[in-house]
């Protein structure tokens, strides 16, 4: 009987995990309009594996609830695994945000999300949605490696800070310098269509993020 239920216990277990893999491929691969309207913690830490070292931001809903939500889903998805920093600037900003599969990235940029007001500023360490325009938001985001408070003018809403792990932020790979058309670094639109498959071809020194994980989230009243 004791080995029948341990059997019985494993099988629990491995159904369990099989079900929340099978979720994720979901989730990661369609998004729905509805799963990504469910509201997230009201703040939660986020641990990214990078080449460079791990990197744990805050983010924090009351700065700007649909782009900590939008976060918190493609984490929990596992969107950014993987994706390389392609727009790294020095005392500017490092950004990411396209999936080395396209097919995920076209997915997920179906889904674009109203602006927010800013209200908390684009410092040093703070982590801000990236768009192209009005009510462009989709998965792209940056680390500010300096305050520019020209941003906050322009309407780029910082989500969270991050915590620790700035310097491996500072060390990202930044020899490409602006991407294209306006200097020699990638091209958005070839990352688009072909995804790492075209960065590992023709810029093979871009830093990645291994993993992405949320590591620790709050409700509301703790």
């Known amino acids: ?12 277990v491995f159904v369990g ?11 990661l691969a369609m998004p729905t309009a509805k799963g990504l309207a469910v ?11 990078t080449t460079r070292g791990p990197v744990t931001a805050r983010v924090r809903r009351a700065w700007a609830p649909r782009g900590a939500d939008r976060a918190f889903h493609a984490v929990r998805a ?5 994706v390389r920093f392609y727009r790294v600037i020095p005392g500017f900003m490092a950004q990411f945000g396209f999936n080395g599969e396209p097919a995920i990235t076209r997915a997920w940029d179906a889904f674009p999300m109203p602006d927010e007001p800013v209200l908390h500023p ?4 703070a982590v801000t949605f990236a768009s192209r325009g009005r009510n462009t938001r989709t998965v792209q985001l940056f680390i500010n490696t300096a305050t520019n408070a020209n941003l906050d003018q322009l ?3 910082p989500i ?14 930044s020899g490409y310098g602006e991407g294209a058309p306006n200097g020699k670094g990638p091209d958005q639109g070839m990352m688009a269509g072909a995804g790492n498959k075209y960065l590992q ?13 949320v590591v620790q989230s709050w409700k509301a009243g703790k």
């Open 122 to 125: 684009n410092v040093r360490g």
């Open 201 to 213: 071809k023709s810029f093979p020194r871009l830093d990645s993020i291994d993993s992405a994980r």
């Open 160 to 173: 969270g800070e991050v915590l620790n792990g700035m310097g491996s932020v500072d060390s990202l790979y």
């Open 39 to 49: 509201a997230g913690p009201d703040s939660f830490d986020v641990t990214f594996f």
């Open 17 to 27: 995990a099989a079900t929340l893999v099978a979720r994720q491929a979901t989730s």
């Open 78 to 82: 596992r969107y950014y695994d993987g």
């Open 155 to 157: 309407g780029f809403t």
């Open 1 to 12: 009987m004791k080995k029948l239920t341990l059997g019985l216990l494993a099988g629990i």
